[in-house]
Each structure stands twice: as structure tokens, then as C-alpha cells.
């Protein structure tokens, strides 16, 4: 069993709305929780890292929570845009790196 | 700020030919990263470097797959003999500190590799 699950696999919205996805993970302890960001044909960009000890950490309109206690962390996207089209990667690391399997997001107009 | 090279972009090769895939990380990070993604399988790290020496190498696959980093602007992953299941996008990722750390990541754009 992956030691870190992503929900929902996919997801489409329209333009403007919020969302929110999900990363649960097993990993205990760990160093750091950071989701990322990936454009079709690229490479993952990192939107966040989180320390244990940390609730929140914002970068423009992407805001990641991280509850410890439930070992939870979500991304919420605010004002979507077309550009948010993207898989989303959640990774937490201890003394090696788990992975996620994305979710895949797609904003229409 | 070049960011991190990677390079073919893409190869198609025959099953059994050796392929090499190259990596120039950003001047001045220290850790070098080399990953696998498939739609199965999704993100995969294979081989950590720091400070050009090998730290963790428990994702390579098998005796096939191998890296090397000479010096600290240039990294291989070289795959001898190929095989269809070696097909993957592979990334190379660099980081002004070590794996574990709180510094991010970042990413070349990858290597798509089809083994026929």
C-alpha cells in the first residue's frame, strides 16, 4: 500500500471557482511534506514545502494545510485559473522520499 | 538562471542499445536527483548525489541502470543493455541542499525515452 494517497484522482472545474485536494500519508515521522506542481511536457515545479511542526504555507493563490495529528495535508486553489490545469504531486520525506500519484486538474472556461 | 538541462529531450532507441541520458544541474546546488516517471508507477527516485558522490542509490532499478557525476555541472544515467520497460520520462532535479532538507527541488524538463 502507498504510504501516500492522493484524492481525488482527477478533478475538473470551471474557471474562477476553488478546489481542494487531498494527501494522506503513513509516513511517520518526517522531515517535510511538499507538493508540487506539473505541466504536461515538464517538469515539476514546487509550490510548497511544510515542515512537521508547520500548519500552513501559502504561495499566491495555492495554500497547503497540514494536520499532523489526522496526518493530512490539502492544497486549496483559489480563483482558478486556466494555467492551474495540471497535475498536482504530494511527497513526504523522512529518510527517503514517498510519493504520491498526482491529481490531475483541469480548469474550463 | 538556466535552470536545470537535461538532455536529448527525446530518444527512441532498439531494445538492447545503450542509451545515456545527460543532466547539467544549476551552478552552485550540490544535490543532484535522477527520477523515473510512468503512468504506472508514477514519480520514482532512482540515485541521489551530494557533493558529486552517490548517497542513495536503492531506487535503480537493476545492474543495468548506472550514474555517474564527474563534477558538479554534469551528471549520466546510462541503461546497458535497454528494454522495453525501461520506456519513461526521465528527470534530473537539483537542489542547493540535501534531500531531505527544506529547500525545493527543481526540475529539468526530462528525457522521454521509448525503447522499441
Known amino acids: 500500500k502507498n504510504q501516500v494517497e492522493q484524492s481525488p484522482q482527477s478533478l475538473i472545474i470551471l474557471e474562477g471557482k476553488n478546489c481542494t485536494l487531498q494527501c494522506n500519508y503513513t509516513v511517520s515521522p518526517f522531515s517535510n511534506l511538499r507538493w508540487y506542481k506539473q505541466d504536461t511536457g515538464r517538469g515539476p515545479v514546487s509550490l510548497t514545502i511544510?515542515?512537521?511542526?508547520?500548519n500552513t504555507k501559502s504561495n499566491g493563490r495555492y495554500t497547503a494545510t497540514l494536520d499532523a495529528d489526522t496526518k493530512q495535508s490539502s492544497l486549496h486553489i483559489t480563483a482558478s485559473q486556466l494555467s492551474d490545469s495540471a497535475s498536482y504531486i504530494c511527497v513526504v520525506s523522512n529518510n527517503d522520499m514517498r510519493f504520491g500519484a498526482g491529481t490531475r486538474l483541469t480548469v474550463k472556461p | 538562471d538556466a535552470g536545470v538541462i537535461q538532455s536529448p529531450r527525446h530518444e527512441v532507441t532498439e531494445m538492447g542499445q545503450e542509451v545515456t541520458l545527460r543532466c547539467k544541474p544549476i551552478s552552485g546546488h550540490n544535490s543532484l536527483f535522477w527520477y523515473r516517471q510512468t503512468m504506472m508507477r508514477g514519480l520514482e527516485l532512482l540515485i541521489y548525489f551530494n557533493n558529486n558522490v552517490p548517497i542513495d542509490d536503492s531506487g535503480m532499478p537493476e545492474d543495468r541502470f548506472s550514474a555517474k557525476m564527474p563534477n558538479a555541472s554534469f551528471s549520466t544515467l546510462k541503461i546497458q543493455p535497454s528494454e522495453p520497460r525501461d520506456s519513461a520520462v526521465y528527470f534530473c532535479?537539483?537542489?542547493?541542499?540535501?534531500?531531505?532538507?527544506?529547500?525545493?527541488?527543481?526540475f529539468g524538463d526530462g528525457t522521454r525515452l521509448s525503447i522499441l
Open positions: 532535479a537539483s537542489s542547493p541542499s540535501t534531500a531531505y532538507s527544506n529547500q525545493p527541488q527543481h
Open positions: 511544510m515542515t512537521f511542526s508547520e
